[in-house]
């Protein structure tokens, strides 16, 4: 079963535009991390936010992480149309292993 | 340096089949995951291996899936007596270790069972 949901589930923001994605899990954790998939490809992870972490950066990446409200938040700046794909997080559900689980996903589609 | 791959790319196979899907892990990974992905959907847990026993296999949806890591590299995913419903991309990916971080996943191998 998924662990988390992404809200929301598709977005479409033009070039250079600022897209905000959040994310809600369930149970407590260790760390979220932030996943991103092109059409038909593999996952690439971008960034990991450990559990007494309230932000993290990484080149155009910003992800916030309220534990007490169990949400996260992944904001892209200045998007560009190669940043069109989805967008997970994924939690190791506070077993401190690394086998995740995901959200559901938002579909982001950067329009030139 | 080389990804997961897994083999094969696609797959299709008729209802009642048996399956294999291969993944070959990042050189010196000792951590691999095994996701399946609908359409639309976030890849959902099926197993994890810790060297070569299988640490976690609570997300496997019943007795036909299995898979094994032998050596503690290669991985296959067996599949019994296919059903329709178990069409879906599956997704391998390693890590490190098996604590807290990074999964490297490969491009996944997409099963159609007509």
Same mark, same amino acid.
């Given at each position: 079963s998924q662990q988390g949901e992404e809200d929301p589930q598709a977005l479409s923001i033009q070039e250079g535009e600022n897209a905000t994605m959040n994310c809600s899990y369930k149970t407590s954790i260790?760390?979220?991390?932030?996943y991103?998939?092109?059409?038909?490809?593999g996952l690439?992870?971008?960034?990991?936010?450990?559990?007494?972490?309230?932000?993290?950066?990484?080149?155009?990446l910003r992800v916030t992480l309220d534990t007490s409200k169990k949400s996260s938040s992944l904001?892209?700046?200045a998007s560009r149309a190669a &940043?069109?794909?989805?967008?997970?997080?994924a939690t190791d559900a506070g077993t401190g292993a690394n086998n995740l689980f995901f959200g559901t996903g938002t579909r982001l589609t950067v329009i030139p | 340096?080389?990804?997961?791959?897994?083999?094969?790319?696609?797959?299709?196979?008729?209802?009642?089949?048996?399956?294999?899907?291969?993944? &070959?892990?990042?050189?010196?990974?000792?951590?691999?995951?095994?996701?399946?992905?609908?359409?639309?959907?976030?890849?959902?847990?099926l197993i994890y291996f810790q060297g070569t026993g299988a640490a976690d296999d609570s997300g496997l949806p019943n007795d036909r899936f299995f898979a094994v890591r032998p050596e503690?590299?290669?991985?296959?995913?067996?599949?019994q007596r296919t059903?329709?419903? &178990?069409?879906?991309?599956?997704?391998?990916a390693s890590s490190l270790t098996q604590v807290s971080g990074e999964l490297f996943f490969g491009e996944g191998s997409r099963l159609t069972v007509l």
């Open positions: 260790n760390n979220l991390q932030w991103r998939q092109n059409s038909g490809r690439v992870h971008l960034i990991l936010i450990r559990s007494n972490e309230r932000e993290k950066h990484s080149g155009r904001l892209i700046t &940043d069109t794909a989805s967008y997970f997080c | 340096g080389a990804g997961v791959s897994q083999t094969p790319s696609n797959k299709v196979t008729e209802k009642g089949k048996y399956v294999e899907l291969r993944c &070959d892990p990042i050189s010196g990974h000792t951590a691999l995951y095994w996701y399946r992905q609908s359409l639309g959907q976030g890849p959902e847990f503690g590299s290669v991985s296959t995913l067996k599949i059903e329709r419903g &178990d069409s879906a991309v599956y997704l391998c």
